[in-house]
């Protein structure tokens, strides 16, 4: 019988490889995006998770343009930016611990894989913001993994929580990569081929994991951090 895997953010530059390389291996895959009609932040969809019989859920969801063009519209524009920082968290970790509540009232079994950064791991030290947006964002990913554990203890399935460095993209901003090298100079980004055979291994390795193990990290900074 055929895996079944749930991609939250199948259209992404991770979700998209990440669903190509399922189906090579010969997973059936379930595809939600905003670009077929899901949106992580209105709980109202989660009807089409459609999750209770899959073995994994990848969240592959987070900061994205999405975030920085619907971010909600201030009352004054002082404050704009922490609106935007609002909505990090609506998406980053809101979204997050719903989807779990709603997996776990559906009878979800099998593992919650939950793409996080390196700002998991560890916030930088406040020099290295460029923007309040900096802050949003690497603030929700820390307080992400702190809700992952927390939510180990509530659930009755495992919980992934998968430590991220930036990861290659052609399509970033060159600026972006200029930055990342002059905030950590030698530091090596992921390759993408390298992340998705990481992340394909994991419900297979799950299945072998003790039953009362909840959560675990996976470290793929290489270093990084």
């Known amino acids: 019988m055929k895996k079944q895997a749930v991609i939250i953010g199948s ?4 979700g998209s ?8 291996q010969f997973f059936d895959v379930h595809p939600l995006d905003i670009s077929n009609g899901f949106d992580a ?49 609506k998406l980053n970790v809101d979204a997050v ?11 979800f079994k099998g593992s919650l894989v939950v793409l996080n950064s390196i700002y ?27 809700l992952l554990r927390q939510l180990s203890f509530r659930v009755g ?4 929580n998968v430590i991220l460095a930036p990861v290659e993209n052609p399509l970033l901003d060159q600026e972006f990569y200029q930055r990342i090298r002059t905030r950590f100079p030698g530091r090596r980004l992921i390759s993408l081929p390298h992340l998705i ?24 900074t290489n270093g990084f951090v």
């Open 41 to 89: 932040t209105n709980y109202d969809l989660y009807p089409m998770l459609n999750a209770s019989d899959a073995d994994v859920v990848y969240c592959c969801f987070g900061k994205d343009h999405h975030i920085i063009s619907n971010a909600a519209e201030p009352l004054d524009d002082r404050f704009s930016d922490f609106y935007t920082i609002l909505d990090y968290f």
């Open 120 to 146: 998991g791991k560890t916030i930088p030290p406040m020099m290295l913001y460029d923007t309040p947006k900096d802050i949003g964002y690497s603030v929700s990913k820390y307080a992400l993994t702190s």
């Open 97 to 107: 611990a719903h989807i779990a509540r709603y997996l776990e009232q559906s009878g």
């Open 157 to 160: 399935f495992p919980i992934v």
């Open 197 to 220: 055979s990481q992340l394909v291994l994991i419900p297979s390795s799950q299945s072998k994991l003790d039953q009362d193990l909840k959560y675990k990290e996976i470290d793929i």
């Open 11 to 14: 259209d992404g530059y991770i």
């Open 17 to 24: 490889a990440l669903y190509k390389e399922l189906q090579d």
